[in-house]
């Protein structure tokens, strides 16, 4: 090492001076510690140090206003903010207005001595500090660790045009955190295009994607606009991936290949000019295993990976995230509710398989149903008992369903003569458990299909696609 590089912090807290002050001393580094932005202004102006480490909240300045200031006097001064206040904006916008990096309170510092070593290391990038003023509208909600861990990655992100593949269990967020990739990304003037290839029939999806020429197929009787060209200038966010036939994947691999393609029918390339964010919450890794998804496709898509943990990783996010969706839900007009302690206990011991998706539909439905303004545990407990009739219904009874289903197997494959049944069995059976549960929820909701996919925990179009495969008769105008 050459003589000892200069670190400037600024923190109104003496513990924190005291103790970084100690931690960068002893790695080798020379520290100046101030409590007050004035100071580390007065320093940067001065041309001291090498880098800024600074707290947000501080008695005379908050020090997100200071990175763009400092980066426009000296671009090359590294900056990395600490706060407290670990919200996903305060991590976007020390990235946006170009912080070098985010650091959550507390943190580790082995951690601070790994992001100081790389900011006074890292060759200079060619970003820009841009002031968003965005107002304080938290798109996502949490302060669990992994939450914090995501609004970093994401935070990062939105400095770059990165593919990114995101994956979690259905409900956790994978839309949420699309769109936010793109309202806080390069892109965000750009058009944020979605298109979710479960609910699409297979034959469709590549002119969907593509667009199509006149007569391309029967059927196709003027061009057809694909979503890579309504997305250009933005984002294109390719839902249940896992689910996109194997032509297609290959089509979009050749996309990714070669930043052009054409329309079905279609003869001339046209540049591809989007963003690709994916999203599944199939093991895609497995899938490739099975030969149901390209390799070489997830290698393009996996450029950075982003996991959404279950909300059963993260109960501590459970009476934020219960606020949140009371709030969303008073903004929609329904009554404004609060929950009590025995509420916010109960709700953490529920196992939440579908994710923050059944939390929001739980809420809505106690301000929808119920008249008092402070809801107890009580309710909770009846309206979780309510939404889970099955998971009952499996235990009970003298068969239980998967009993049942074995028996009627057992039966059928005995009934083969050589052994060997028909073909497509997996299929037949899926179908045979599916009709009629989609007849029931169907039944149970008097045909409304937004409430049937509420009670299954399916997706509008993916319930939608089910009824139109399954062949289920649509009886509308009944609720
Ligand atoms: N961290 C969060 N903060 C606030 N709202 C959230 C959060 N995570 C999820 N939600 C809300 O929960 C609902 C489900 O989220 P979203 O649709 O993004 O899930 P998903 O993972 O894409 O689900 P699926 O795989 O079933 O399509 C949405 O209404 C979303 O706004």
Redesign the pocket.
């Given at each position: 090492m050459t003589d000892a590089r200069t670190i400037l912090v600024a923190d109104d807290d003496r513990a924190i001076r005291t103790v970084l002050s100690q931690a960068l001393g002893r790695a080798g580094y020379t520290v100046r510690a101030t409590s007050s932005a004035a100071t580390l202004w007065r320093w940067v102006e001065e041309g001291a140090g090498d880098l800024v480490i600074t707290d947000v909240v501080m008695p005379d300045e908050n020090g997100l206003d200071l990175v763009p200031r400092i980066r426009r006097v000296r671009p090359e001064l590294r900056v990395v903010v600490m706060s407290a206040q670990s919200t996903f904006m305060t991590a976007v916008k020390a990235a946006q207005r170009g912080a070098f990096e985010y650091l959550p309170k507390p943190f580790d510092l082995k951690e601070l001595l790994a992001v100081v070593a790389r900011a006074l290391t890292a060759p200079a990038a060619a970003a820009s500090a841009e002031e968003a003023d965005e107002e304080e509208r938290l798109p996502?909600?949490?302060r669990s660790p992994a939450?914090q861990e995501i609004y970093r990655t994401v935070a990062r992100l939105t400095t770059t045009d990165l593919t990114v593949m995101i994956t979690?269990e259905?409900?956790?967020?994978?839309?949420?955190v699309a769109r936010a990739l793109h309202d806080y990304g390069r892109r965000r003037t750009g058009p944020f295009v979605a298109i979710n290839m479960a609910a699409i029939p297979r034959e469709l999806i590549e002119s969907e994607l593509f667009g199509h020429e006149r007569g391309a197929f029967t059927g196709a009787l003027a061009r057809g606009v694909g979503r890579f060209e309504q997305a250009a200038g933005g984002t294109l966010f390719l839902?249940e991936i896992g689910d996109m036939p194997p032509e297609a994947q290959t089509r979009l691999l050749r996309v990714l290949q070669e930043g052009e393609f054409t329309t079905v029918g279609g003869r001339n390339p046209i540049k591809a000019n989007v963003r690709i964010v994916a999203?599944t919450?199939r093991d895609l890794r497995q899938a490739i295993r099975g030969g149901m998804f390209r390799e070489d496709l997830f290698y393009r898509l996996n450029v950075v990976p982003i996991r959404?943990p279950p909300l059963r990783e993260r109960i501590e996010d459970i009476p934020l995230?219960a606020r949140?969706f009371l709030d969303r839900a008073k903004t929609s007009g329904l009554p404004s509710k609060q929950l009590d302690q025995g509420a916010v206990d109960r709700l953490r011991q529920h196992a939440w398989p579908g994710n923050?998706?059944e939390l929001?539909n739980l809420m809505r439905r106690l301000a929808a149903l119920y008249p008092q303004e402070v809801i107890g545990a009580d309710a909770v407990a009846a309206e979780l008992a309510e939404a889970e009739p099955l998971a009952e219904l499996e235990l009970r009874g003298p068969e239980t369903l998967e009993q049942a289903v074995e028996r009627h197997l057992s039966s059928f494959v005995a009934a083969q003569k050589d052994g060997l049944p028909v073909r497509d069995l997996y299929e037949r059976v899926l179908a045979e458990v599916e009709r009629p549960l989609l007849r029931l929820a169907l039944a149970a909701t008097r045909g409304n299909q937004i409430k049937a996919a509420a009670m299954l925990g399916l997706?509008r179009n993916t319930l939608r696609k089910k009824i139109r495969e399954l062949d289920l008769p649509v009886v509308r105008g009944l609720s």
């Amino acid at each position: 090492m050459t003589d000892a590089r200069t670190i400037l912090v600024a923190d109104d807290d003496r513990a924190i001076r005291t103790v970084l002050s100690q931690a960068l001393g002893r790695a080798g580094y020379t520290v100046r510690a101030t409590s007050s932005a004035a100071t580390l202004w007065r320093w940067v102006e001065e041309g001291a140090g090498d880098l800024v480490i600074t707290d947000v909240v501080m008695p005379d300045e908050n020090g997100l206003d200071l990175v763009p200031r400092i980066r426009r006097v000296r671009p090359e001064l590294r900056v990395v903010v600490m706060s407290a206040q670990s919200t996903f904006m305060t991590a976007v916008k020390a990235a946006q207005r170009g912080a070098f990096e985010y650091l959550p309170k507390p943190f580790d510092l082995k951690e601070l001595l790994a992001v100081v070593a790389r900011a006074l290391t890292a060759p200079a990038a060619a970003a820009s500090a841009e002031e968003a003023d965005e107002e304080e509208r938290l798109p996502l909600v949490g302060r669990s660790p992994a939450m914090q861990e995501i609004y970093r990655t994401v935070a990062r992100l939105t400095t770059t045009d990165l593919t990114v593949m995101i994956t979690g269990e259905s409900g956790t967020g994978k839309e949420l955190v699309a769109r936010a990739l793109h309202d806080y990304g390069r892109r965000r003037t750009g058009p944020f295009v979605a298109i979710n290839m479960a609910a699409i029939p297979r034959e469709l999806i590549e002119s969907e994607l593509f667009g199509h020429e006149r007569g391309a197929f029967t059927g196709a009787l003027a061009r057809g606009v694909g979503r890579f060209e309504q997305a250009a200038g933005g984002t294109l966010f390719l839902d249940e991936i896992g689910d996109m036939p194997p032509e297609a994947q290959t089509r979009l691999l050749r996309v990714l290949q070669e930043g052009e393609f054409t329309t079905v029918g279609g003869r001339n390339p046209i540049k591809a000019n989007v963003r690709i964010v994916a999203a599944t919450h199939r093991d895609l890794r497995q899938a490739i295993r099975g030969g149901m998804f390209r390799e070489d496709l997830f290698y393009r898509l996996n450029v950075v990976p982003i996991r959404l943990p279950p909300l059963r990783e993260r109960i501590e996010d459970i009476p934020l995230l219960a606020r949140h969706f009371l709030d969303r839900a008073k903004t929609s007009g329904l009554p404004s509710k609060q929950l009590d302690q025995g509420a916010v206990d109960r709700l953490r011991q529920h196992a939440w398989p579908g994710n923050a998706r059944e939390l929001e539909n739980l809420m809505r439905r106690l301000a929808a149903l119920y008249p008092q303004e402070v809801i107890g545990a009580d309710a909770v407990a009846a309206e979780l008992a309510e939404a889970e009739p099955l998971a009952e219904l499996e235990l009970r009874g003298p068969e239980t369903l998967e009993q049942a289903v074995e028996r009627h197997l057992s039966s059928f494959v005995a009934a083969q003569k050589d052994g060997l049944p028909v073909r497509d069995l997996y299929e037949r059976v899926l179908a045979e458990v599916e009709r009629p549960l989609l007849r029931l929820a169907l039944a149970a909701t008097r045909g409304n299909q937004i409430k049937a996919a509420a009670m299954l925990g399916l997706n509008r179009n993916t319930l939608r696609k089910k009824i139109r495969e399954l062949d289920l008769p649509v009886v509308r105008g009944l609720s």
